[in-house]
Every structure is written in structure tokens, then in C-alpha cells.
T-cell receptor, first 114, second 112 residues
Framework: DTAVSQTPKYLVTQMGNDKSIKCEQN?????MYWYKQDSKKFLKIMFSYNNKELIINETVPNRFSPKSPDKAHLNLHINSLELGDSAVYFCASSPAGRGNQPQHFGDGTRLSIL | AQSVTQPDIHITVSEGASLELRCNYSYGATPYLFWYVQSPGQGLQLLLKYFSGDTLVQGIKGFEAEFKRSQSSFNLRKPSVHWSDAAEYFCAVGAGTYKYIFGTGTRLKVLA
């Protein structure tokens, strides 16, 4: 059973389009995250959600809108895609905590903007 | 400012040789420290973590790491590297509630 699953695995689209990435975890965790990994493998947190509530928004453009319908799901919608959005996006989850809980990561969604 | 530095972008070792990957952190309070491994096309997998207590922690796949507060370091080690260890390795610090800061990663190449 996959603990953290993301769909789709690959996403190729044109600049200006709108796209969504879905994430689900079956670990019973309270906290979920979105990370962006650029071409140099730098991993930067975008959002943290705890029990469906937004906790952290790391100065991400408002073209990115996360939505958590329940604590097992955290989706990411991106409007008006730009070339700079090309990256691998990782979803992760963890038990609630003060930075002292290990995270479980999905396999990533590789977004390519043409 | 909170930060994690992995000074080595690439490291190449021969199979069977020992390995040490460096990690330095900057964090005001007691750090929660993690090492993750990322194989190509996959997400990050936890290797080990340090919260408190014994400064030498054991992880999966034969890895260990040592926390040295005086040097603000949390270096990852393995006595004998296997070809399957080739991957990207990330050090991370828990930087407060629901926030983690990752280093830039070290890519490990293993020569047969």
C-alpha cells in the first residue's frame, strides 16, 4: 500500500494553462505539505496544512492554491502556469509536531511547461 | 537565520569504501535533525533522525550519523558503501512547528 500517493506522476502542459495535482495519504497523519524541487534538487517548502487548516504559506505566488478537503488529502491547483513553474512537486505528510516528526514523501509530480 | 548547509554537491566513492556526508546547521534552539535519501524518480525516504540523547544515531541501510553540538554538525556515515547507495542525500532540520529546512543535497556516485 502506497503511504503518500500523488497524481499525476508527469504533467506536461502549455504556459498559461491551469492544472491540478492531487495528494492522498493513508498514514493517519494530521499534517501535510507541498514542496517544490527545482532542477538543482533544491527542496523548498511551499505550504503546510494541519487538520485541513493552512499553517504555512512560504511566500508562494497566489497562482498556487492548495486545498485540503479532509486531513488525508491535500491538492495543489496552479493557475496561469509559467515557465518557472517547471519543477518536481512533492507532497509529504507527518504526525503533528513541532518540527520533530519525520516526513513521508510521495514520489513527486514532474511538471514541465512548454 | 535558520539554515542547513551540505558543503559537498557531489561525492564519488568506490564500492566497499567508507562514506561521510557533511551537514552543518544553523538553528537557535535544540535542533531536530534528519537525513533523507532520494533515489532517481522517487520521493525522499527517511534514513535516521536525532532529537536528543545519544549523539550517535543508527538508521536504516547501515547508515549512522553523529550530532556534534559544538560544531553544529550532523554528519552521515556508512562503513562500507554498496552500489545501491548511489542517490541524492538530504540533511534537514525541524525549524519550528510544521516547518522543515532542507540542505541542497549531496549526490553520491558509487564506482564498481
Amino acid at each position: 500500500d502506497t503511504a503518500v500517493s500523488q497524481t499525476p506522476k508527469y504533467l506536461v502542459t502549455q504556459m498559461g494553462n491551469d492544472k491540478s495535482i492531487k495528494c492522498e495519504q493513508n498514514l493517519g497523519h494530521d499534517t501535510m505539505y507541498w514542496y517544490k524541487q527545482d532542477s538543482k534538487k533544491f527542496l523548498k517548502i511551499m505550504f503546510s496544512y494541519n487538520n485541513k487548516e493552512l499553517i504555512i504559506n512560504e511566500t508562494v505566488p497566489n497562482r498556487f492554491s492548495p486545498k485540503s478537503p479532509d486531513k488525508a488529502h491535500l491538492n495543489l491547483h496552479i493557475n496561469s502556469l509559467e515557465l518557472g513553474d517547471s519543477a518536481v512537486y512533492f507532497c509529504a505528510s507527518s504526525p503533528a509536531g513541532r518540527g520533530n516528526q519525520p516526513q513521508h514523501f510521495g514520489d513527486g509530480t514532474r511538471l514541465s511547461i512548454l | 537565520a535558520q539554515s542547513v548547509t551540505q558543503p559537498d554537491i557531489h561525492i564519488t566513492v568506490s564500492e566497499g569504501a567508507s562514506l561521510e556526508l557533511r551537514c552543518n546547521y544553523s538553528y537557535g534552539a535544540t535542533p531536530y535533525l534528519f537525513w533523507y535519501v532520494q533515489s532517481p524518480g522517487q520521493g525522499l525516504q527517511l534514513l535516521l533522525k536525532y532529537f536528543s540523547g545519544d549523539t550517535l544515531v543508527q538508521g536504516i541501510k547501515g547508515f549512522e550519523a553523529e550530532f556534534k553540538r559544538s560544531q553544529s554538525s550532523f554528519n552521515l556515515r556508512k562503513p562500507s558503501v554498496h552500489w545501491s547507495d548511489a542517490a541524492e542525500y538530504f540533511c534537514a532540520v525541524g525549524a519550528g512547528t510544521y516547518k522543515y529546512i532542507f540542505g541542497t543535497g549531496t549526490r553520491l556516485k558509487v564506482l564498481a
